[in-house]
């Protein structure tokens, strides 16, 4: 039987993804998640299931989840489910449990210091097991299985590198935007640098030429890889995606009190990554052109070969 693998697009997918290897489940599984430019790149050639979408607290697309994992579940083809979120694992757990299958949660890198929303519902569905990638809130149900930041590595390079290459991603989130920083990045970078814009749902007034909203996985992938420096919003997609390309990105948190976002977890993810040296963290209102250069004499690679995740029984 089969391990069926469950995320949100974004983050959580690219959290996943790069955790399968170590899940020990990669030759035997199928993927569920949402249709979109990130999950037709990133999973290409494997079979995935595409159910509704459903973004932050949205009930609704909770429930339209619910009644596809319903159907995907009814046939009796997997044994287990693991996700990653977010709401989407919930949709997927309850029926799961009702036909006796594992469940596995793994709560997102971004949650430094405790369970999100989506990690303390799914820990009162049960017999659910429960995983941390932080020792430090590992207690109770929540068991410490590993980190997706635990084999990069940054080191400076030799040589100074020219900024002539900007890789601006700022989230693909309908209901968040990231205007803060689009206005000082439109102030700041050089006007003759080549600069790909990512920018989701963000516009402002006189917006930089060449915005797109989307930018497909390949095709970010290789832009990264292409770039003397990354500027990213603080989620861990975008963390994942610059490490991938060898770089430490510019790493910039959305805050609540702007508007940004639904709590400040991006500040406590930035906080943390910044202190591995994997990211050179910064407000929206404070990047500077000094950044662009320190960021880009670094470079991100493995460490060694990575620990299979640790599974409690």
């Given at each position: ?159 100074s590198r020219p900024v002539s290459r900007i890789v601006v991603a700022l989230g693909t989130h309908d209901r968040f ?98 202190r591995r040296g994997l990211v050179l963290a910064r407000e929206a209102d404070e990047i500077t052109v000094d950044d ?22």
């Amino acid at each position: 039987m089969t391990t069926l693998l469950v995320a949100s697009t974004g983050g959580h997918l690219a959290e996943l993804h790069d955790l399968a290897p170590r899940l020990g489940v990669q030759d035997d599984c199928v993927w569920a998640t949402f249709d979109s430019p990130q999950s037709r790149s990133l999973l290409d050639g494997q079979e995935v299931i595409h159910v509704p979408p459903a973004t932050t607290r949205d009930a609704v697309g909770a429930l339209r989840d619910l009644l596809a994992a319903r159907r995907v579940l009814g046939g009796g083809r997997f044994r287990q489910v693991i996700s990653t979120g977010a709401s989407v694992a919930m949709s997927f757990f309850l029926p799961a449990v009702r036909h006796g299958l594992a469940c596995h949660y793994i709560e997102s890198a971004t949650r430094t210091d405790g369970p999100s929303l989506t990690g303390r519902l799914v820990a009162r569905v049960p017999r659910t097991r429960l995983y941390t990638q932080y020792p430090g809130w590992a207690a109770g149900r929540w068991a410490y299985g590993g980190s997706i930041f635990d084999t990069y590595l940054a080191t400076r390079r030799v040589t100074s590198r020219p900024v002539s290459r900007i890789v601006v991603a700022l989230g693909t989130h309908d209901r968040f935007g990231f205007p803060r920083l689009l206005r000082r990045l439109v102030d700041v970078l050089p006007p003759e640098a080549e600069v790909l814009w990512q920018v989701g749902s963000t516009v402002v007034p006189g917006m930089p030429a060449g915005t797109r909203r989307q930018v497909p996985y390949a095709e970010m992938q290789q832009a990264m890889r292409e770039a003397d420096v990354v500027v990213t919003h603080a989620g861990v997609g975008s963390a994942l995606a610059a490490m991938r390309a060898g770089h430490r990105a510019v790493y910039v948190p959305r805050r609540r009190r702007y508007g940004e976002h639904v709590d400040d977890h991006q500040v406590a993810m930035a906080r943390e990554l910044d202190r591995r040296g994997l990211v050179l963290a910064r407000e929206a209102d404070e990047i500077t052109v000094d950044d662009l250069a320190e960021a880009a004499s670094w470079t991100v690679g493995a460490s060694g070969a990575p620990a299979p995740f640790r599974w409690t029984t």
